[in-house]
Nanobody, 121 residues
Framework: QVQLVESGGGLVQPGGSLRVSCTASGSIFKIVNMGWYRQAPGKQREWVAL???????DYAEPVKGRFTISRDNAKTTVYLQMNSLKPEDTAVYYCSMRVRSRIWETGSDYWGQGTRVTVST
């Protein structure tokens, strides 16, 4: 089993910055992809950013140029640096990882419990 624990959410003013992080623990041979999703009140969960095990990144259009995803493989941690935050970025942010627990596995997807980010005056 693999557990993901997020941290770093909170309240920030428009134009401010915040960094959220997510650390995996448990039965881990290799973490393939790491990503962030978010769910705003009354809306469906949407994809935000992705980073592959090779360090390739991709972002949803609404956050391009403002958010940066990074990973620390030694710490099995993924980060999301959020700059120039807007009220529409308010949401619960979830991390997701595809984890290979054994060398022969293709991987399973795991989710964190979510961390709330509120952008407001």
């Amino acid at each position: 089993q693999v557990q993901l624990v997020e941290s770093g959410g909170g309240l920030v003013q428009p134009g401010g910055s915040l960094r959220v992080s997510c650390t995996a623990s448990g039965s881990i041979f290799k973490i393939v992809n790491m990503g962030w999703y978010r769910q705003a009140p009354g809306k469906q969960r949407e994809w935000v950013a992705l980073i592959t095990d090779g360090g390739v990144t991709d972002y949803a259009e609404p956050v391009k140029g403002r958010f940066t995803i990074s990973r620390d493989n030694a710490k099995t941690t993924v980060y999301l640096q959020m700059n120039s935050l807007k009220p529409e970025d308010t949401a619960v942010y979830y991390c997701s990882m595809r984890v290979r627990s054994r060398i022969w596995e293709t991987g399973s997807d795991y989710w964190g419990q979510g961390t709330r980010v509120t952008v407001s005056t």
